[in-house]
């Protein structure tokens, strides 16, 4: 079977590296296209190194843009690969603006598509995410769901279900735990092997959050109110840290650094007191690390981190920031369980799937 894998930004390129390796094992032809959403070497190839993925086939260079102009850049830019390339089926990735962009262009080519992290939604179309997750969930022909919520959220949205290959497990969690123990030993950040240095990892990027000054500004006040507590490391991405800048937001004592490589944040979340976040996969890698997260958003497309992990939602509000914040100090945090099919193995589960696929 003739496989083109396509990605494009950071939170990807941990969900293809297990699908790719498990596929390499039955024999297809894999092609891989980086759309070049992100470009940086610390978002970017930094991350195929460490997860050992092959350089891109292809990559076309897209770069930052707005929504419209990158997602039609990406469609303008792909179309002639595909038509050139001739897959068998195209399988992208969790929710960018790259994976919108390749599903629209694989179903007006007649292209069969397979959407890994399928069925997620957070209810919330306010959120690009969100609306990427919809519309590619609508033109994918297989879609592989990591837990039960995504089934039911595509049976409910009327997805036929012979498309739906049910909780075939989570992908990101295939490389975390492929990699945990070579994180574990990576030195980060001058934290030596077993330190007991207690930290707050924070990670913030979600336009809700940093593209407006006052919420931007309650949100590093909260943080440094934190620091008060324990040291707090945030590894700032190139969109937070151009807007601290931009609205002249003092970070004080908070560790500001460039993105950190995937090795280095997954040693970091493993030994963090807590993680502050709005991201989504952050909330999924400490639900498995038992980590406490506390989510600064109201909702969250990942329900089960909140229903059977680690993840509390703090939403914008300093007072239950403080109030979660005080149950971790003083020993008290949420305890989670390992959700269902979180074991390392949802990568080869899929490529079980595409073998029996009988159309491909
Ligand atoms: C994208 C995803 C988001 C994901 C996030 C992870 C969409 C709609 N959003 O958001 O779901 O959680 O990636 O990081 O696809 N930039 C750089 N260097 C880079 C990449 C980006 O400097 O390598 C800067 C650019 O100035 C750009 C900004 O970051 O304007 C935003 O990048 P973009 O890819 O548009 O969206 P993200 O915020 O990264």
């Not at 050992?52 to 690969?81: F, K, W, Y």
């Not at 519309?135 to 039960?148: C, G, I, K, N, Y």
């Not at 909780?167 to 990576?186: E, T």
């Not at 989504?280 to 980590?291: C, D, K, S």
Request: hydrophobic residues 40%.
């Amino acid at each position: 079977m003739n496989v083109f894998h396509i990605v494009g930004a950071r939170p990807n390129f941990m969900k293809v590296a297990p699908v790719m390796n498990a596929l390499k094992t039955r024999k297809h032809v894999q092609t891989l296209i980086h759309t070049g959403q992100h470009y940086d070497a610390n978002m970017s190839d930094v991350f195929f190194e460490q997860l050992c993925i092959p350089a891109p086939d292809v990559n076309l260079a897209v770069g930052t843009g707005s929504h419209a102009r990158q997602t039609a850049e990406i469609m303008t830019r792909l179309e002639p690969v595909l038509l050139e390339g001739k897959p068998d089926i195209v399988l992208v990735y969790g929710d960018v603006n790259s994976t919108v962009a390749s599903a629209l262009v694989c179903a007006k080519l007649g292209v069969r598509v397979g959407h890994v992290e399928a069925g997620l939604r957070s209810f919330d179309r306010s959120m690009p995410e969100e609306i990427n997750r919809l519309v590619t969930d609508q033109l994918a022909d297989m879609l592989f769901t990591p837990s039960e919520d995504g089934d039911v959220n595509l049976q409910k949205e009327g997805i036929p279900a012979e498309r739906i290959f049910l909780g075939v497990g989570n992908v990101m969690i295939d490389s975390l735990v492929k990699l945990l123990p070579a994180a574990r030993r990576h030195n980060q950040h001058g934290l030596p092997e077993g330190s007991a240095e207690r930290y707050a990892l924070v990670t913030l990027h979600r336009p809700a959050n940093v593209d407006n000054g006052i919420i931007l500004k309650r949100i590093i006040q909260s943080l440094l109110e934190v620091s008060q507590d324990l040291s707090v490391i945030f590894p700032a991405h190139p969109r937070t840290r151009k807007r601290i800048a931009d609205f002249g937001l003092h970070a004080g004592q908070l560790q500001i650094v460039d993105p950190l490589s995937y090795l280095e944040f997954l040693g970091m979340q493993s030994r963090a007191t807590v993680v502050i976040t709005d991201s989504g996969g952050v909330q999924e890698e400490t639900t498995y690390l038992g980590v406490p997260c506390l989510t600064l958003r109201e909702n969250t497309e990942r329900p089960v981190t909140v229903s059977l992990g680690t993840n509390v939602l703090v939403g914008r509000d300093p007072d239950k920031l403080r109030s979660e914040l005080s149950r971790v100090l003083a020993g008290n945090a949420k305890k989670g369980t390992v959700p269902p099919l979180w074991d390392g193995h949802a990568g080869e589960r899929i490529a079980v799937l595409l073998a029996g696929s009988t159309t491909c």
